[in-house]
Each structure stands twice: as structure tokens, then as C-alpha cells.
């Protein structure tokens, strides 16, 4: 594209983008905190001053002072739109969510509580002390008043009929 493609306009508002572009960008940040954001209205408020070069041209008044003006009228509609719809997407995503569905749990306690009433007591009680109220080795011992050794053994055994019921019952 040439010198020759260029309209007036055009070269206006590259001429106040060079000038006033960072002026323009570090108001609108300050404004909203978000630079992204911001760069956008910025193109946005060049854009507008493209579509008003003849306004701009017989203006007397500040350049800069219309272009912030516009930029912070473009941030105070924007401000607007957000309040109008706070529903954001990815708020939508979060409460769209589908809580787990929780009929495998149920499905494995069952089964595993079958599973427990098939064992041997001292087994299923090791079992119940380890596992299910979260004891250590010595504190499950010292509750069920057999030595700690015994404990592991038991709870080694337990857990291997354990799997061997659970397997037996199907997938």
C-alpha cells in the first residue's frame, strides 16, 4: 500500500496514535486495571477519532483532552454493559458444572460392606480400626488389646479376602 492509498483521516489518526497513544493507554489502565482491556479501547477510541477527523481538524480545543474524554466515556460503557449482564462466561462454567454423580460411591459401599460382613470379625475389625477410623497400627492394637504384629497380620489378610470377595462379585 502506498503513500498515495492513504487517506487524510488515515494519516491523522496515525499521527495521533504515535502522539497520543500511550498518553491514552496509561489512562485507560489506571481507569480500569486491565491492560489488555484497555489497549482495546484505545483502538476503539482511535477508531472513533478516524470517524470524526473533520471534527478534530476545526476543533480548537485539546486533542488529547477529546481523546480521553472519549476513552473514558468507552470505559464507562463498558462499565455499564458488565453491570447490565454480570453473568460472565465463566461464571456460566463454573455454575454449570455438574456435581459428581455420586451412585458409584454407593454402589462401592455396598458392596465393599458386603464384602466386610464375609470376613472373619478380628479381621473385620482390624479393618474398621485402620481404615475407617483412621487409627495407626499401635492405636488400633492397643484398642483391640492384641499385639501390633498381629494388627498387620491381620490387616494384610483382611484386605486380601477383602479383594478376593470384591473380584468374585463382579466389575
Known amino acids: 500500500m502506498?503513500?498515495?492509498?492513504?487517506?487524510?483521516?488515515?494519516?491523522?489518526?496515525?499521527?495521533?496514535?504515535?502522539?497520543y497513544g500511550r498518553s491514552v493507554l496509561?489512562?485507560?489502565?489506571?481507569?480500569?486495571?486491565d491492560r489488555t482491556g484497555a489497549e482495546d479501547l484505545v483502538q476503539e477510541t482511535l477508531v472513533r477519532?478516524?470517524?470524526?477527523a473533520d471534527d478534530l481538524v476545526e476543533d480548537k480545543g485539546s486533542v488529547l483532552g477529546w481523546l480521553l474524554t472519549v476513552a473514558r466515556n468507552?470505559?464507562?460503557d463498558r462499565a455499564r454493559a458488565r453491570a447490565l449482564r454480570p453473568l460472565e462466561l465463566r461464571d456460566i462454567g463454573e455454575r454449570s458444572?455438574?456435581?459428581?454423580?455420586?451412585?458409584d460411591s454407593v454402589v462401592n459401599a455396598m458392596v465393599l460392606g458386603h464384602a466386610l460382613r464375609q470376613v472373619s470379625a478380628a479381621h473385620r475389625d482390624v479393618v474398621v480400626e485402620l481404615y475407617y477410623?483412621?487409627?495407626?497400627v499401635t492405636e488400633?492394637?492397643?484398642?483391640?488389646?492384641?499385639p501390633p504384629g498381629t494388627v498387620k497380620s491381620r490387616s494384610y489378610y483382611a484386605l486380601r479376602a477383602l479383594r478376593t470377595l470384591i473380584s468374585a462379585s463382579g466389575p
Open 97 to 103: 458444572r455438574v456435581h459428581g454423580d455420586h451412585s
Open 26 to 33: 496509561l489512562f485507560v489502565v489506571r481507569l480500569t486495571g
Open 133 to 136: 477410623r483412621g487409627r495407626s
Open 49 to 52: 477519532a478516524w470517524k470524526h
Open 74 to 76: 468507552l470505559v464507562a
Open 140 to 146: 488400633a492394637a492397643r484398642e483391640l488389646g492384641v
Open 2 to 19: 502506498g503513500e498515495a492509498d492513504h487517506c487524510p483521516a488515515d494519516v491523522l489518526v496515525s499521527g495521533l496514535y504515535a502522539e
